[in-house]
């Protein structure tokens, strides 16, 4: 699982007169434009025209839509160039979700990721490495809960069960509560084999993900 089928990104950038940073955001986009890091570049001057910074919510400038991923702020060409380099990449995506949540940017994130199940696998890589940050964790629990819609988390089932198994107890409950997250019949035998886990804990989360999948059911 290395890339998604995003190809070459396109940038929308936000600018304004006066902006400080502005000017060198756009010639560094505009040097990536011209090596084909980048397919297009639109550009939006909010004093004029304020009605792209309304429609998206911008408040303040250069905000930059690179591919996936809302960069606020000013970043170096290095940064941009990091990013759209990572753009069609599943882990640049993890990469991407670690770092704004670190910066609290949840919402972005509810957002993003609702609006964009495709992306739902970048999670995947933080939940099984035991070096994530609990804030990252934390974020992670409430995207998944946040989704309207649970079938979404259905194409994660064999994700999760295989995670379900891992040598770390922690992760093996995360993925637990997880599988009865997705309403899936799948994740029954992942659940049924956590009902022998030797932490108790994990034996009861087990034991209510079973009963909240067979109430689906029903």
């Not at 396109?10 to 084909?36: Q, Y």
């Amino acid at each position: 699982m290395n890339s998604t089928t995003v190809e070459t990104p396109d940038a929308e950038l936000l600018i304004a007169t006066g902006c400080a940073h502005c000017g060198s955001e756009l010639e560094a986009l505009t040097r990536l434009l011209k090596e084909g890091l980048i397919g297009e570049l639109r550009i939006s001057n909010i004093v004029p025209r304020p009605q792209r910074a309304e429609e998206l919510g911008v408040r303040s400038v250069p905000w930059l839509r690179l591919g996936p991923f809302v960069l606020e702020g000013q970043h170096s060409e290095t940064e941009l160039r990091h990013w759209a380099e990572r753009a069609n990449h599943i882990d640049g995506m993890s990469e991407y979700i670690r770092e704004e949540l670190k910066q609290g940017h949840l919402d972005k994130l509810i957002d993003l990721l609702g609006r964009a199940p495709e992306y739902l696998p970048a999670l995947i890589p933080l939940l099984e490495d035991s070096e994530t940050e609990m804030q990252v964790r934390i974020g992670i629990d409430a995207i998944l809960e946040s989704l309207d819609d649970k079938r979404k988390l259905r194409s994660l089932v064999a994700d999760f069960s295989r995670l379900a198994s891992h040598p770390d107890p922690r992760i093996r409950a995360d993925a637990g509560y997880y599988l009865s997250l997705t309403g899936s019949s799948e994740a029954i035998p992942a659940l049924q084999k956590q009902l022998a886990d030797e932490s108790e804990d994990i034996r009861e989360i087990a034991r209510e993900g079973l009963q909240k999948l067979e109430a689906v059911e029903a």
